[in-house]
């Protein structure tokens, strides 16, 4: 399903551009599955759960302030999401970049910038693999827009070819351990946010349409511009894979997951099939 040039270029670019890489079934699904979810949030209402005690909650936030909605792990308690993790090309989409002959659904994340938000709905500059527990090349990210993303719509920026960069910089957000002295072996986050001022002619900006796809390197510093428009919000999912090319080595700054599995992992393993839903993909 992924193309050897569209390969190449997530290779070279650390970012690759999956066009109408989902019907508009599945996009709206997705998106009444958000308004569902959050309406629940915006009300104090606890969200649904599956009933599988080895699956955190989902959980999100919403910031009147800022017009910035979040929500987490929707898909193992919401039967639209799982039904898009199952049914959808999103595991085959990974699957064919990776070459990877099974993948699994680590984790959702959403993303609603509703309009107005201005120069506070801002993303800053960042990578997520410090946010993984697992290290190695297998684990995109992949960010589908559920709107159209014009110029207005903080569309997402990304730093070409910084995949290729191997240093690690602390996340922009960590709330409650702001203070905290920065972690051996990691660069002040403000040396990416210099060093990418300088380089202009690297960032790209991603204007797209509901529908359009992007598979991220997970080590793609990447960011997005403010919300300006004042018409449309601006929403997106993106979740996180697991290939087969990467192993348990949680970091000072990382996230086990919302498979509870995750935290008896010894390091260095792979995660195992029984906690995580698998999707196998034949290659030939």
Known sequence: MISESQRKEYETEGVVLLEQSFAPEWISRLTNAFDRLQSLLRAGRALPHCGDPGIR??????DARTGRAHLRNAAPHDPDVRAWAAESP??????????????????????????GGGI????????????????????PSLWIALSDVGPDDAPLL???????????FP????????????AEGYSPI?????????????????????????????QTWHASLPQRSSEQRRLACTSRWLGTDLSFQPRPYSFNGYYRG????????RPPYDFLPARVRSIS
């Open 90 to 115: 999103a595991a085959d989409l990974v699957a064919s970049l990776l070459g990877a002959p099974t993948v699994q659904l680590w984790y959702d994340l959403w993303f609603c910038k509703e309009a």
């Open 57 to 62: 909650p989902a959980d999100g936030d919403f």
């Open 120 to 139: 506070e709905a801002a993303t800053p500059w960042h990578h997520d693999s410090v946010g993984h527990c697992f290290e190695g090349p297998h684990i």
């Open 262 to 269: 995750a935290d008896s992992l010894p390091i260095g393993t």
């Open 190 to 218: 403000e040396v990416m946010q210099a060093e990418v001022a300088a380089q202009p002619s690297r960032v790209r900006v991603w204007t797209v349409r509901a529908g359009d796809s992007l598979l991220i390197h997970p």
């Open 171 to 182: 996340p922009p957000y960590r709330p409650g351990k702001e203070h905290l002295p920065l």
């Open 158 to 168: 990304t730093l070409q070819g910084s995949h290729r960069d191997p240093r690690l």
